[in-house]
C-alpha cells in the first residue's frame, strides 16, 4: 500500500494551515459535495495531511427524521463551544437503532474538517475559513454510493435522492466553493484541486 501523501493534499493541507482562523481558533474546513462523491474518503486523507485534524461527519448530526435538519444541532453542540475554544460534544446518531445513542468529542485544533452533503450549506459559512467541493456529478456520486451500500439500503436512496435534490435547490453550497475537489480516475489514485466558483466571483 503506497503511504505517500498525494502532491495536491499536501499543497492543500498547508494552504489551509495559513488561512485565519474562523471559528474562535480553529480554521473550519467544509468539505461538501453529493452522496457518493467521495466525501468521507477525501476527508480522511485531507486530515491525515494535516497532521491528524479531527473530522466530524453530518451523517452523525442527522437523523432518518431530520436528514437535513441538522443546523441547530451543529450550533449548539459544536459550533458554540469551538467559538469558544472549548471542546465540543455532540449526539451522535445510530443509523440502525434510529436513535441519538452515544456522544462524542470533537476537539479544539487549528483545522478541523466538517464532511456531508450539506456542510457548506447557509448556516455554516461564516463560520468557515475554506468551503471545499467534491466536483462529481450528481448521478455519477448516487449511482456509485448506492452500489456502495448495496441493494439493502434501496429503500433509503429513494428517499435520499429527492432529499438531497431538494435540499440543494434551496440551499446549494457549490456556487460558495472556494475549491473544487477531483478525483483522479486513471493512474494512481489522487485529486486536483482548482479554484471554486466562491474564489473567483
Known amino acids: 500500500m503506497n503511504h505517500r501523501t498525494d502532491p495536491a493534499l499536501a499543497a492543500l493541507a498547508a494552504r489551509l494551515h495559513a488561512l485565519p482562523p474562523s471559528c474562535g481558533p480553529v480554521r473550519l474546513i467544509a468539505v461538501d459535495g453529493h452522496a457518493g462523491s467521495g466525501k468521507s474518503t477525501f476527508a480522511g486523507r485531507l486530515a491525515a495531511a494535516l497532521g491528524g485534524a479531527p473530522v466530524l461527519h453530518t451523517d452523525d448530526l442527522a437523523s432518518h427524521a431530520a436528514l437535513f435538519d441538522w443546523s441547530a444541532r451543529l450550533h449548539e453542540q459544536v459550533l ?3 467559538a469558544r475554544g472549548v471542546d465540543a460534544s455532540y449526539e451522535v446518531y445510530d443509523w440502525h437503532a434510529r436513535r441519538f445513542a452515544t456522544r462524542r468529542t470533537l476537539p479544539v485544533a487549528p483545522v478541523v474538517l466538517v464532511e456531508g452533503v450539506g456542510a457548506g450549506r447557509r448556516a455554516v459559512r461564516p463560520f468557515l475559513a475554506c468551503l471545499l467541493w467534491m466536483e462529481r456529478d450528481a448521478r455519477d456520486s448516487w449511482g456509485r454510493g448506492q452500489r456502495r451500500d ?10 435520499w435522492v429527492p432529499a438531497e435534490q431538494a435540499h440543494f435547490a434551496a440551499d446549494p453550497s457549490r456556487p460558495y466553493a472556494d475549491a473544487l475537489v477531483r478525483q483522479q480516475d486513471v493512474g494512481p489514485e489522487g485529486y486536483v484541486v482548482l479554484p471554486g466558483p466562491g474564489a473567483t466571483a
Not at 150 to 159: I, K, R, T, V, Y
Open 80 to 82: 458554540g463551544p469551538l
Open 150 to 159: 448495496g441493494p439493502e439500503m434501496s429503500e433509503f436512496w429513494a428517499g
